[in-house]
Structure formats: structure tokens, C-alpha cells
């Protein structure tokens, strides 16, 4: 259960988005009642915790997962007297945020304290950026729409609560415990206008977003383990209108599908209240995987008044030419360039490439693929007639298809993943030489991904290899040739139809002979060249 | 005079969680409007092109390097708090009921 609104930080952005400051109560309902009478209208606000090797405002380590409340200090608990000293990689990961997404950086940013009483944080407020963050004004084109970003600011994390009675709900707990671990922990909030349309394009963005992050390297996007959480602002409004519609919140959204479903979801459910008289309620509501809906939070948030102010304790961050220059000049390659660069080198689809820079690590996977298949020298070497070479596309293939495949089953990481990148090379290296069939190594590839072994070691030790080896295979057709001289004969003298036949016959004994491990392809250009006498 | 009211102090009491008699409210509401007269004189002045004050010292970027430095030993931090198990800082039901 995520806590009510404070205990997932988001400084409201009422002083840039319409929705909030003009939205009209009620949008008048037209007679014809149809679904698709009405626009959907979507604005994202993406929290990322960046990955730093400390905390936002002291040495205390930003790990996941340690023991509660073992990385806190002063400054972190809010302690009496303790003060703030800004890490300074957030602020070059802030001007990375800036620099990729084309963000106006003003001269000068403050951070300001966001009042309010929740246990998450123990000093009674959070400290975020307010009137004056560090990045305003960028974009990110997503499919050939631009999808303006209002600002992306730094703040902290907040603690986690655990609710203890009453089944875990905050609504009937008895008591709630807090670790700290995660208080103080960097944050980038990046909030877009309202410009979304569609839930497919809010997966887009948010897709396309997430790959941007994680190749300038600011956070390990991780949306399960929440280090990147997407809360989604959806509301409706009669198509053709231009005001906006009363919007709600959606938090706890913890995939790029599910971020779909629950806006979709919301959709549904605002059109149905509105269409029956309603009004849509600006409330937070809680997206739960298992039921497919969205639930109202039912926490009094309109009661939050944050009072805001400069926080006395923080001097304001001014970003030097010097340091902007430095960021730009060491800017990655971004999903755009990357993805042109794959479809032109590899002769892959748009569509293969998007898939690779879609999940997290996935194009480096196959990237650090390509690398070692390049570099197996003895490919040629091992090469025999009839075999193709192995391509970056043969890796695409796999990577796209059986282990994302993989990757979706287990909810597991490309880097976590206990087949090498070398070790897939080595997979399409052994088919490119027909050492094994493309089924065979689906087999091989099955047991590499679940216990790790090398492929060659798995050929081996079941015994797979194909005989490709001419001298053998042309032994074993000249046997069965020569034990079958009528049926040779009648493949002679037949018309096309009984060739053919007798033609699979010599295939089938030849492959019963070698136990199925013959090449198939070798093995038809021999019994050609044997039965056309040439052999 | 400034218009401040009972209500406005109440309001702002209940924000900063303060319980306030009758008495404190009147007195309070009194001082605040003192002070919020004083602020109100230095909103009149022309400050057209001076550039608001984030902070008195005139100093950027008071930056530290993302090394970890040692945190506090947990059962001292905890030792501190009113009330804790499991590690963890214990504290009262977050929700009030609604009413």
C-alpha cells in the first residue's frame, strides 16, 4: 500500500499547468453520450531517483534494500542544528536532464520547504525547487509529435512506512513504522504539459523518456523497484473543446504497460461519470495491478496547504558556463541517434530497434553481442558450405524475440541475466556454422538462460552437433545409394512427382543413419550431385 | 491595520499543528497583525528591478563531492525516538478518521 499523496513527493504544478488553476468543475455532457465524443487529455509527472552514490544533502550511501534506518545521519533525520550541502552530481545530473530533453537552465534556481505532517519525513517538510527549479521549458519528440516538458526540478525522496494492522491498509492500521534509509534520497521530478493524447502515446513518451535517462546514465530507471515512477494527470473533455476537464491522479503505476491500463482505466471511469450527470472529483487515486482499476486514495489532500518558502539552509545553485559546457561536451549518443545507428549498421527494422531501446539494458545486451560475434574470428574458419554467416540481425532475432520473451517472464534485467552477451554470440556463431539448427539452438538457448552454461558446453554434452562434415555424410549417402540400387534406378527413369518422392526417401534414410544429426543442407547438395551422377 | 482574523490564525495554527486557548488566539491574532503590517509597509516600497533575495549571504554553489561518509549507529538513532520496533521508527495511525 503507497501511503496518501505526501509519502510519493511531487510538488504540485499548479503554477504551470491550466488543468489545475482554470479546470471548470463540470464539463457539460452532450446527447449523443458516446465514448468517442470525448478527448482524453494527459499530462505525466516522472519521478527518478538518481544514481548517485549518496544522498541529496549528506554522506549518508543511496542504496536500495539495506537493513532499515542504517543510512541515516543528522541531516537526513532533520536533527536539531544539522545543515544541508548539496551533492554536487545531482546538479550535473540535473544539467544531463537539461541538456538532453533541450531545457532552458536559468542563470540561478533555489530550493524551497514544502510544508507538511507526515512521518515519511522527519523534518516536517520535504525540500524541493518551487518558483525557481533548475531545468524549465523542454521537449521530447515522441513519434514525430513534440511533447512539451514544463520543468524538472531536484528533490529529496521521502521515508517508507510500513502500516501494521487492519491487513497493511493506512485506512485501518494501528500503528505505522518508518524506516529512513530512503529520506534524503536525489530526486528529478520531470512534469509534462497536457500534452498527451492517448494512452499509447503516454506509454510512448514515458518509454522513450525512460530510455533517454538511462543513456545519459542519471538513474537506473527501474519502474518495479521504483526508480522511476510515473504518476499519471488524466482527465476528459468533449472533443473539440479547448478548456480542460477536472483531472485526477494516478499513482503506484509500475510498469510502461500498466501506466497504459491505468489510463485507459481512468478514462473509462470519468466518461461513465460524466455521461451519467456526475463530476469527476480532483482527488489521487491508487492504480492496483490485480483488479485493473484505480481507487480513490480518500485522503483529505485538499486540506494540504504546502507554504512554500526559500529554505534558509540551501544557498541558491547558479550553474557556470564551465559546467554546462563540460555536461554538453560529454553528452552520449541519445535514443534517436542510437536507434538510427542500429537500423543503419545492422539492417535492422525501425521497429527492431525501437524494441531494443524499449527496455532497459536491451540494447546494450545486443550491442555487447554484436561486439563478440564480430570478434569470433573462427567463424569463417568454422564456416561450411551452405551456412550463412551470423548478422547483427541474427542477435536482434534472438534478443527481441526469445529473451525479451525471457525478460518478460521473470521480470529479470539484460545484465542479470545468466547467459553473456558472448555466450549468445557464440550461440549464432554455432548455427551460422550448422553445428546446430536454428530449433536446436532455441533448445540450447532455453538451457543456457536457465542454468548459464556456455552453449558449446550444452551442444556438447547433449550430444547435438550436426554432421556437416562432407567426407562422412557423402560415406553414409553412397551406403544407402548402394543398398537401395532399384529405387536409384526408378529415381532415374521417373517423372518429376516420383523423383521427388524418391528423393525424400534417400533424405530419410540418410537422416536415420545419423540419428538426425545431419546437416540438411549439406546433405541435399551431396544426394543431388550423387543421383545426378555426379558424385 | 491588517485585516487578519481568529479564523486565518486558527487556520494557520491548525497547519503548523498547535493548539491554541481562546486567550493565545487573541493574543496571537494581535501580534500576527502586527507583523503582517510591518511586511505590508515593505510591500509598498518600489522594488521594480531589484531582484528578489533567495538568500541573505551573497554566495552560488555550495557544493560537496558524492563520497559516502559514515552514517549514525542505528540503535543510538533509535534510542532517540519516542517509540520504535523491527528497526524502524514507531509511530501513531497516520489517518485520522474522517469525521
Redesign the interface.
Known amino acids: 500500500m503507497t501511503?496518501?499523496e505526501p509519502s510519493t513527493p511531487s510538488t504540485p504544478s499548479a503554477p504551470t499547468t491550466p488543468s489545475e488553476t482554470d479546470a471548470p468543475d463540470t464539463i457539460e455532457v452532450g446527447l449523443d453520450g458516446h465514448a468517442d465524443g470525448w478527448e482524453l487529455v494527459v499530462g505525466l509527472e516522472v519521478h527518478v531517483e538518481l544514481a548517485?552514490?549518496?544522498k541529496l544533502f549528506?554522506?549518508?550511501?543511496n542504496e536500495f534494500g539495506q537493513?532499515?534506518?542504517?543510512?541515516?545521519?543528522?541531516v537526513c533525520?532533520g536533527l536539531p542544528g544539522a545543515l544541508p550541502?548539496?551533492?554536487?552530481?545531482?546538479?550535473e545530473y540535473a544539467l544531463r536532464v537539461g541538456e538532453a530533453f533541450h531545457f532552458d537552465v536559468p542563470a540561478?534556481s533555489?530550493f524551497a520547504r514544502k510544508?507538511y505532517?507526515?512521518?515519511d519525513m522527519p523534518k516536517n517538510f520535504q525540500t524541493s525547487q518551487y518558483d525557481?527549479p533548475i531545468c524549465l521549458g523542454g521537449h521530447l519528440d515522441v513519434d514525430g509529435v513534440r511533447i512539451t516538458i514544463t520543468r524538472a526540478h531536484m528533490e529529496e525522496d521521502t521515508g517508507k512506512?510500513?502500516?501494521v494492522g487492519g491487513g497493511g491498509r493506512?485506512?485501518d492500521?494501528?500503528?505505522?513504522?518508518?524506516?529512513?534509509n530512503r529520506a534524503g534520497v536525489p530526486l528529478l521530478e520531470i512534469v509534462s504539459e497536457p500534452d498527451i493524447r492517448s494512452s499509447e502515446q503516454a506509454k510512448a513518451y514515458a518509454s522513450e523518456l525512460r530510455a533517454t535517462l538511462e543513456a545519459i546514465g542519471v538513474s537506473d530507471v527501474k519502474m518495479e523497484e521504483g526508480s522511476m515512477r510515473v504518476d499519471a494527470n488524466v482527465s476528459v473533455r468533449r472533443r473539440g473543446s479547448d478548456g480542460f476537464g477536472t483531472r485526477t491522479e494516478t499513482k503506484n503505476v509500475n510498469s510502461i504497460r500498466s501506466l497504459g491500463r491505468a489510463i485507459e482505466y481512468e478514462r473509462a471511469r470519468q466518461i461513465e461519470v460524466l455521461e451519467a450527470g456526475g463530476r469527476v472529483v480532483q482527488e489521487t487515486r491508487h492504480w492496483n495491478e490485480n483488479d485493473g482499476q484505480t481507487h480513490s486514495m480518500?485522503?483529505?489532500e485538499e486540506a494540504y496547504?504546502y507554504?512554500y518558502f526559500?529554505e534558509?539552509d540551501?544557498?541558491?545553485?547558479?550553474p557556470?558556463p564551465e559546467m554546462r559546457a563540460a555536461v554538453r561536451a560529454a553528452m552520449p549518443e541519445l535514443p534517436a541517434a542510437r536507434r538510427d545507428r542500429l537500423v543503419a549498421a545492422w539492417a535492422i527494422t525501425e521497429r527492431d530497434a525501437a524494441a531494443l531501446l524499449g527496455t532497459p539494458g536491451l540494447a546494450d545486451y545486443a550491442e555487447a553481442a554484436v561486439s563478440a560475434l564480430e570478434a569470433l574470428e573462427a567463424l569463417e574458419a568454422l564456416a561450411v558450405d551452405g551456412a550463412r554467416g551470423g548478422s547483427p540481425r541474427d542477435i536482434v532475432n534472438w534478443v527481441n524475440g526469445e529473451i525479451a520473451g525471457h525478460l518478460n517472464e521473470t521480470g529479470s534485467s539484460p545484465a542479470a541475466l545468466s547467459l553473456a552477451p558472448a555466450a549468445l554470440a557464440e550461440l549464432v556463431g554455432l548455427v551460422a556454422a550448422g553445428t546446430i539448427s536454428r530449433n536446436q539452438a532455441k533448445d540450447v538457448l532455453g538451457e543456457a538462460l536457465a542454468d548459464g552454461r556456455r552453449p558449446a558446453r550444452i551442444v556438447t554434452d547433449r550430444g547435438l552437433a550436426q554432421v556437416s562434415d562432407e567426407s562422412s555424410l557423402g560415406s553414409v549417402i553412397d551406403g544407402i545409394l548402394a543398398a537401395n540400387a532399384d529405387a536409384v534406378a526408378e529415381y532415374r527413369a521417373g517423372d518429376d512427382k516420383a523423383r521427388k518422392k524418391k528423393r525424400g526417401f534417400f533424405m530419410g534414410e540418410a537422416m536415420k543413419a545419423l540419428a538426425g544429426q545431419g546437416n540438411p543442407q549439406v546433405l541435399n547438395r551431396l544426394l543431388d550431385e550423387k543421383l545426378e551422377g555426379n558424385g | 491595520m491588517s485585516e487578519l482574523t481568529r479564523e486565518q490564525v486558527r487556520h494557520v495554527a491548525k497547519l503548523a499543528r498547535l493548539d491554541l486557548s481562546d486567550d493565545e488566539l487573541d493574543r496571537f491574532t494581535g501580534q500576527l497583525a502586527g507583523i503582517l503590517d510591518h511586511a505590508a509597509r515593505v510591500s509598498a516600497l518600489d522594488t521594480d528591478g531589484v531582484p528578489p533575495t533567495a538568500h541573505p549571504f551573497p554566495m552560488v554553489n555550495v557544493l560537496r563531492p558524492d563520497v559516502v561518509k559514515p552514517s549514525l549507529d542505528r540503535d543510538e538513532v533509535l534510542a532517540c525516538a519516542p517509540d520504535a520496533r523491527d528497526g524502524r521508527f514507531r509511530v501513531p495511525r497516520i489517518l485520522e478518521d474522517e469525521a
Open positions: 501511503p496518501p548517485t552514490a549518496t549528506c554522506g549518508c550511501a537493513e532499515p534506518n542504517t543510512n541515516v545521519c543528522p533525520l550541502v548539496l551533492n554536487e552530481l545531482v546538479v540561478q533555489v510544508n505532517f507526515y512521518p525557481e512506512t510500513t502500516h493506512i485506512h492500521a494501528d500503528f505505522s513504522l518508518v524506516d529512513y480518500r485522503s483529505k496547504d507554504r526559500p534558509p540551501l544557498v541558491p545553485v547558479a557556470t
